[in-house]
């Protein structure tokens, strides 16, 4: 009996699947991207202070030791970048991805446009949602966040890191475009690097930000598309200041 | 002596207005685009519940009676919709703009794309910066507005209102776009009708938010250049909510 319940069960999930799917393919069914569903992980990283060292990150791919275990000695060394753990994991920045992969779970896209489905936004802060992004021959990793900056009142953000330096990450620029109810909002920026720290980017805000309220505009039925776009960066022909 | 010293004073005020002009002009140098300066102005209205029953605005241009005097008779009357004073005026909504001209030197601007600049982010809020933007025919009031919603956390919320019944206001859309240090965001949407609040749109946060963090970095020198574009609205094509 309790068998034919969980099947049942498990039915009922890939139908649910399959919907969101196919609500997440409508909104953005222009570009016929490739929808990702994304589910959201509880964080059980409290250590803002994590990287507080890490905001001085250096070009050659090292990083501060602000990890919670002995210094690091080898400097091409960094550590695990997974933004929902404190794992003492570290290693060289060429196979950061297959430790993402591998240990944490995070998923890996391929494709130049994907659309982003985070299921559950109603769940209680501090949840990310997270996956990599394959493109224009590198990895970036996708975060969007669950954050109380002011108590009572959480907020989402989104950010895209590039997996490596941040020399690198200066080459790319990446888009992410909500789209729903008659209302749309873009966020283009250059992608930061991997090497500085999720956290920091956002609590300095510079990132996506969505109140509760903008969220649930953009959300259906609980679940937000994001629609993301990787490019290699030309000078903004309308920017002054760079 | 003092005749000199205040002519002094308005050739540097003259000279500093020019140089943020010419500083918008260069974010925005593409398109050409005329840029408009906007001061602050302190607001003087601290009544939300004001507004409270105007959210049942109805379509025949009819606000419901929820100013501070005697009850509308005429149902053609509309009661002052300017944000920022408790004004007892009211008309019908034809001449809602001339009123909003002469009596509170709201200024109004042609041209289907301008640029608002907004100065002296830096104050306290609350604060609003307002101009009405005339274009395709109708008038459309822009209010940004600093505020603190939650206490110490002061918020910027830009929105653009139509000067019309909220059938015209479904036959347009807006874009507001802030353009800076490789960073852009663009906010799209059917503008609501001045028969709607100000005040409600902004508390339901259905507009462009910015936090502090993000307004500093899209502002120069205490100034923000907003790029705002009105078109007739068209069904987004990878919209599928219609």
Redesign the interface.
């Known amino acids: 009996m309790l068998f034919f319940t969980q099947c049942f069960g498990a039915v009922l999930d890939l139908i649910h699947l399959r919907f969101q799917h196919y ?1 997440a393919k ?6 016929g991207q490739l929808v990702c569903v994304v589910n959201p992980t509880h964080s059980l990283k409290y250590a803002p202070t994590r990287c507080a060292a890490a905001q001085a990150s250096t070009e050659q791919g090292i990083l501060p030791a602000c990890h919670h275990h002995e210094a690091v000695h080898d400097p091409q060394l960094v550590p695990c970048t997974c933004p929902l753990f404190s794992c003492p994991w570290e290693g060289h920045l060429e196979v950061v991805v297959s430790h993402l992969r591998q240990t944490h779970r995070i998923n890996i896209l391929q494709g130049a446009e994907i659309v982003f489905l985070a299921t559950d936004m109603h769940l209680p802060a501090p949840t990310d949602w997270i996956i990599m992004h394959s493109c224009l021959g590198h990895q970036f990793l996708l975060v969007l966040r669950k954050q109380e900056k ?1 108590e009572g ?1 959480p907020q989402f953000f989104a950010t895209m890191m590039l997996i490596g330096t941040p020399t690198q990450a200066n080459n790319f ?1 990446y888009r992410l475009e909500l ?12 992608p930061r690097s991997i090497l500085e720290c999720v956290d920091s980017v956002i609590s ?3 990132c996506l ?1 969505l ?4 969220a649930q ?1 953009f959300s ?1 039925n609980g679940s937000l598309a994001i629609g993301i776009a990787i490019t290699t ?1 030309k000078v ?7």
Request: charged share 30%; aromatic share 8%.
């Open positions: 609500k409508r909104v953005f069914s222009a570009a002011y009142h620029t789209n729903r109810n008659q209302r749309r909002l873009k966020w283009e920026a250059t300095d805000g510079d930000v109140n509760t309220s903008l505009l259906d960066s903004h022909s309308s920017e002054a200041e760079m």
